[in-house]
């Protein structure tokens, strides 16, 4: 049996700018696992969004499904007894981070705020509802339209920025 060596082409990634895709697969996953002793031992859970426009460009989005507290919820710079604070890189933000256990300490207030964006995305794809279960909204995702602005991230890197109506985007490339 002979195997063809040839790399498939699945298309750009999306540029900077307002996009109008479609979401091509939506899946439950986990943030990459770190070295428990440099960083933390605990991972975040995570709604990987896969979004592909006509012309074939992509984007992937991760919608964090947990959120923690970290040094700017302390006015001192200083963690409690028993904490401190770690991040990925030195441009990251740093988390608390409980000595004894190694894991990040949960933030309710931070949490909603993730929430929010979930919620903003099931709104902008056209889920109707007051709320919806996270599984649920995991299978109506799927093959939904929306607009996605990218913009370039501080370290160069472009990402989804935001989820907007289909619609809107529409309306702003035909003005």
């Not at 499904?65 to 030195?90: H, I, Q």
């Not at 903003?120 to 794809?125: I, P, T």
């Not at 509802?129 to 599984?135: A, K, L, T």
């Not at 995991?138 to 289909?166: I, S, T």
Request: aromatic residues 6%; hydrophobic residues 40%; contains cysteine.
């Amino acid at each position: 049996m002979k195997i063809t060596i040839k790399r498939n082409a699945v298309g750009d990634l999306m540029t900077t700018g307002k996009h109008i895709g479609t979401i091509v697969s939506v899946e439950m996953d986990l943030s990459k696992a770190l070295d428990a002793q440099t960083h933390w031992a605990d991972q975040t859970p995570e709604l990987k969004v896969f979004v592909r426009n006509a012309q074939g460009a992509y984007i992937t989005c991760w919608l964090h499904l947990g959120a923690y507290k970290n040094s700017n919820d302390f006015p001192s710079g200083v963690a409690p007894k028993g904490f401190e604070f770690r991040s990925f890189n030195a441009d990251s933000e740093k988390f608390l981070v409980e000595k004894k256990t190694n894991k990040r300490v949960a933030s309710p207030e931070r949490l909603e705020k993730m929430l929010a964006k979930v919620g903003n995305l099931a709104s902008v794809a056209g889920i109707e509802g007051e709320d919806i279960d996270i599984n649920e909204l995991v299978a109506e995702l799927e093959g939904k339209e929306v607009g996605v602005d990218v913009r370039e991230n501080n370290l160069g890197r472009v990402e989804v920025y935001n989820f907007l109506p289909a619609s809107e985007v529409l309306e702003a490339i035909e003005a």
